[in-house]
């Protein structure tokens, strides 16, 4: 068979047209399955949308209702030495990292930058425990790592804190502790 496919130029060019034939019929039935919109399975009746629901006892509970609810659920208290850092006035550097990054392990080494400066607490912060930070990681809207969250100490109300995502240089972070520190005026650009 081979042989006779190798031999004959018709053979080849039906084969050839069977498989175009056969990899577009493939491609238009893909095509056609992903453009279809199926309607959603109704939702199951939970307290918040069925005050039947709720009154009656042995329900069946809907799981994801719980997950609308998390929003409102406030963070966990901060560790106790991030508290006294930004309480004695110290700008706060949390370090949020994953062990087995690349990045992660180099951008620990520009951290020693920071080693001898004063009113700097630093704290490097394990992906497995950024729970714990999550008052501060939720405001500044923590999504990768690893992350820089620069917070400085203010003076009643919410702390401003600032967030540098990837590789940092030595330079970068004491940067971005002299940008958290800045009290001056600050000037914008206008080209008028």
């Given at each position: 068979m081979r042989q006779k496919l190798n031999e004959n130029k018709t053979a080849q060019l039906v084969l050839v047209a069977v498989l175009i034939l056969g990899a577009g019929l493939l491609f238009m039935t893909r095509m056609k399955g992903s453009s279809s919109s199926s309607a959603p399975p109704p939702a199951a009746p939970t307290a918040a949308?069925?005050?039947?629901?709720a009154a009656s006892p042995g329900a069946p509970v809907d799981p994801t209702a719980a997950?609308?609810?998390?929003?409102?659920?406030?963070?966990?208290?901060?560790?106790?030495p991030v508290v006294a850092a930004h309480q004695r006035g110290d700008t706060v550097v949390l370090f949020v990292v994953h062990s087995s990054g690349i990045d992660d392990r180099l951008a620990l080494q520009a951290l020693h930058a920071l080693s001898g400066e004063s009113g700097v607490a630093v704290f490097i912060v394990p992906v497995n425990e950024v729970a714990?930070?999550?008052?501060?990681?939720?405001?500044?809207?923590?999504?990768?790592?690893?992350a820089l969250i620069v917070v400085r100490h203010s003076d009643g109300g919410p702390a401003p804190a600032s967030v540098q995502y990837g590789f940092q240089t030595p330079e970068s972070v004491?940067?971005?502790?002299l940008d958290a520190r800045y009290r001056g005026p600050t000037v914008t650009y206008s080209p008028d």
């Amino acid at each position: 068979m081979r042989q006779k496919l190798n031999e004959n130029k018709t053979a080849q060019l039906v084969l050839v047209a069977v498989l175009i034939l056969g990899a577009g019929l493939l491609f238009m039935t893909r095509m056609k399955g992903s453009s279809s919109s199926s309607a959603p399975p109704p939702a199951a009746p939970t307290a918040a949308t069925d005050p039947a629901a709720a009154a009656s006892p042995g329900a069946p509970v809907d799981p994801t209702a719980a997950l609308t609810a998390t929003a409102d659920v406030p963070a966990p208290p901060l560790p106790a030495p991030v508290v006294a850092a930004h309480q004695r006035g110290d700008t706060v550097v949390l370090f949020v990292v994953h062990s087995s990054g690349i990045d992660d392990r180099l951008a620990l080494q520009a951290l020693h930058a920071l080693s001898g400066e004063s009113g700097v607490a630093v704290f490097i912060v394990p992906v497995n425990e950024v729970a714990k930070y999550a008052a501060i990681t939720q405001g500044v809207g923590l999504d990768r790592t690893p992350a820089l969250i620069v917070v400085r100490h203010s003076d009643g109300g919410p702390a401003p804190a600032s967030v540098q995502y990837g590789f940092q240089t030595p330079e970068s972070v004491v940067q971005a502790v002299l940008d958290a520190r800045y009290r001056g005026p600050t000037v914008t650009y206008s080209p008028d």
